[in-house]
Each structure stands twice: as structure tokens, then as C-alpha cells.
């Protein structure tokens, strides 16, 4: 059965810094690569990240995230984490993980799709 769980979300003052991880099971890491992307309250979908571990662990960002935020992996763990630091309000979303395809562009675009597997969430608040 396929799951991805998110942890590590919180309350954090504006300035600081969280670790998001997201186990999952059911496949591998090698299988396919795991996306992030958040949502706020009514607010569209936003991809943050994605990262290919079978692809030397290639990463891709949004331009919000590039510099702030970083994407990481551990094979043995069967978890992807994203480091996210400098943290603004604007920030405030609940954050998702997703697995997308190994190959194709998906994961290079940042391309989400409805019906991709993905966690149920974690919250980040921002306050400022």
C-alpha cells in the first residue's frame, strides 16, 4: 500500500526555520522521485521542490524556494526531508508531499496532478 506521511510542521516566528519529513512505504525511493508542494487557505495548489534520489539526488526548486529552501533524502530511512529556513508569513500554508514519476518532466517542472499519491499535510504557521 502506497502512504507518504509528513511531519515537522509548527508554529515558528518569521526569520526562523523548520524541517519538514515525509516517510514513505509501498515503494521506493529509487522508484519514483517526491515532490513538495503547500496550499493555503484559499489559495491554489504552489509547488515548492522536488528531488530524484535515483538521479543523483537531482533537485529542483521553485524561485520562491531557491536559497531558503533545501531538499534532501535518505535511501535508508525511506524519507525526504525540506529544510525550509529565513521563513516568512507569506510562507503559511499547509505543505504536502507527492510522488511523481521517476522520469519525464514532471519532476523538473514541478508538475502536480490531482490524482498523484501524496500525504495527508503538515501546517506551517508564520507569525510575524
Known amino acids: 500500500q502506497v502512504q507518504l506521511v509528513e511531519s515537522g510542521g509548527g508554529l515558528v516566528q518569521t526569520g526562523g526555520s523548520l524541517r519538514l519529513s515525509c516517510v514513505v512505504s509501498g515503494f521506493t525511493l529509487d522508484e519514483f522521485a517526491i515532490g513538495w508542494f503547500r496550499q493555503a487557505p484559499g489559495k491554489d495548489r504552489e509547488a515548492v521542490s522536488c528531488?530524484?534520489?535515483?538521479?543523483?539526488?537531482?533537485?529542483y526548486y521553485a524561485t520562491y524556494a531557491e536559497g531558503r529552501f533545501t531538499t534532501s533524502a535518505d535511501r535508508n530511512k525511506m524519507a525526504v526531508y525540506l529544510q525550509m529556513n529565513s521563513l516568512q508569513p507569506e510562507d503559511t500554508a499547509t505543505y504536502y508531499c507527492?510522488?511523481?514519476?521517476?522520469?519525464?518532466?514532471?519532476?523538473?517542472?514541478?508538475?502536480?496532478?490531482?490524482?498523484?499519491?501524496r500525504g495527508k499535510g503538515t501546517l506551517v504557521t508564520v507569525s510575524s
Open positions: 528531488i530524484s534520489v535515483p538521479d543523483d539526488s537531482s533537485t
Open positions: 507527492a510522488r511523481l514519476p521517476r522520469f519525464g518532466s514532471r519532476c523538473p517542472t514541478l508538475t502536480f496532478y490531482d490524482n498523484d499519491y
